[in-house]
């Protein structure tokens, strides 16, 4: 197994070193995050009707099911939500609960220079998020499977979460048990805030799928640095599958990043919105409502 992994990787070398440089393609994803967690946590809540729990799984369903497109060269790509006409009447809500669970913006990857960039709106104010990609240590493995027309090689990596990104929000352990009480206990512990129960784990465990068969060190979002495009990720919460790839697109996308917004790093946009969330959250726990503004704006 060891000398078909080797040998992949040499004809990786070759290939991509060969691909013109006006070579272009396309690759549609579907991305679903399991909301479990977060319909358990509504279940706690003894302010929320069950009419008010139908319009938010609603809700949900919206922000929690997204399909994006990722243009590609050899060097480059460009990741982005596929824009939909929004029914529920609360666009800049939306917009921003969107960006808070892996949506919105343009998200560009260089792995050449091993950078990207991506401009995220967060409370009415317009950021642009620079850094260097994230190496993730891979363990390809022997296993296969087919997606679509292409056979795929299966690969995992351990990777720290950003805290920013709220899709990896978990039910506490303690929380869980809580599944095996009785009725009688459950009633008790239920609370007026359904955060109480959930925490942001450090790190998670990534399956990817990836091709030989398109050799770019391309995928969604912020994952590359295998022997080919990336067409699946799982991370035990949120799944990224694609369904479509177009090679040697005619119509050619202009691949390249944002410019506007304030300029922060990962680490320093990920404080931002924590620190912000847990601001609204204290305050609708003195319910003073959650009207206030960022920045001193």
Same mark, same amino acid.
């Given at each position: 197994?060891?000398?078909?992994?080797?040998?992949?990787?040499?004809?990786?070398?070759?290939?991509?070193?060969?691909?013109?440089?006006?070579?272009?393609?396309?690759?549609?994803?579907e991305s679903k995050t399991s909301?479990?967690?977060?319909?358990?946590?509504?279940?706690?809540?003894?302010?929320?009707?069950?009419?008010?729990?139908?319009?938010?799984?609603?809700?949900?369903?919206?922000?929690?099911?997204?399909?994006f497109v990722l243009n590609f060269d050899k060097n480059a790509s460009i990741y982005k939500e596929e824009e939909k006409l929004d029914a529920t009447g609360q666009g800049g809500g939306m917009r921003m609960m969107s960006n808070m669970m892996g949506g919105g913006g343009t998200h560009y990857k260089n792995v050449k220079e091993k950078i990207y960039t991506v401009d995220r709106e967060f409370f009415g104010k317009e950021f642009l998020i620079k850094d260097s990609l994230p190496k993730l240590e891979w363990k390809l493995e022997g296993e296969t499977k087919q997606i679509g027309n292409y056979t795929c090689f299966k690969a995992t990596a351990v990777r720290p979460v950003s805290q920013s990104d709220f899709r990896n929000y978990r039910r506490k352990a303690d929380d869980k048990k809580g599944d095996e009480k009785s009725e009688e206990k459950i009633e008790a512990n239920k609370t007026t805030n359904?955060?109480?129960?959930?925490?942001?784990? #450090? =790190?998670?465990?990534?399956?990817?799928?990836?091709?030989?068969?398109?050799? %770019?060190? /391309?995928?969604?979002?912020?994952?590359?640095?295998?022997?080919?495009?990336?067409?699946?990720?799982?991370?035990?919460?949120?799944?990224?599958?694609?369904?479509?790839?177009?090679?040697?697109? #005619? =119509?050619k996308k202009e691949i390249k990043p944002q410019t506007?917004?304030?300029? %922060?790093? /990962?680490?320093?946009?990920?404080?931002?919105?924590?620190?912000?969330?847990?601001?609204?959250?204290?305050?609708?726990q003195g319910g003073r409502g959650s009207n206030f503004r960022m920045g001193g704006q």
């Amino acid at each position: 197994m060891k000398t078909i992994i080797v040998t992949l990787l040499t004809l990786f070398a070759a290939v991509i070193s060969a691909i013109a440089q006006d070579f272009q393609g396309m690759a549609i994803y579907e991305s679903k995050t399991s909301t479990a967690d977060f319909k358990s946590g509504f279940a706690g809540n003894r302010e929320i009707t069950p009419e008010m729990q139908k319009t938010i799984e609603e809700r949900m369903k919206q922000m929690f099911e997204k399909t994006f497109v990722l243009n590609f060269d050899k060097n480059a790509s460009i990741y982005k939500e596929e824009e939909k006409l929004d029914a529920t009447g609360q666009g800049g809500g939306m917009r921003m609960m969107s960006n808070m669970m892996g949506g919105g913006g343009t998200h560009y990857k260089n792995v050449k220079e091993k950078i990207y960039t991506v401009d995220r709106e967060f409370f009415g104010k317009e950021f642009l998020i620079k850094d260097s990609l994230p190496k993730l240590e891979w363990k390809l493995e022997g296993e296969t499977k087919q997606i679509g027309n292409y056979t795929c090689f299966k690969a995992t990596a351990v990777r720290p979460v950003s805290q920013s990104d709220f899709r990896n929000y978990r039910r506490k352990a303690d929380d869980k048990k809580g599944d095996e009480k009785s009725e009688e206990k459950i009633e008790a512990n239920k609370t007026t805030n359904f955060t109480d129960g959930w925490e942001m784990p #450090k =790190e998670t465990v990534v399956t990817a799928w990836y091709t030989p068969d398109i050799p %770019v060190n /391309q995928g969604p979002e912020n994952y590359w640095g295998l022997p080919g495009l990336i067409l699946e990720v799982n991370d035990g919460k949120t799944i990224v599958l694609c369904s479509k790839i177009v090679m040697n697109t #005619k =119509e050619k996308k202009e691949i390249k990043p944002q410019t506007k917004g304030k300029v %922060v790093t /990962q680490a320093e946009y990920d404080k931002i919105a924590t620190e912000k969330m847990a601001e609204m959250r204290e305050m609708n726990q003195g319910g003073r409502g959650s009207n206030f503004r960022m920045g001193g704006q």
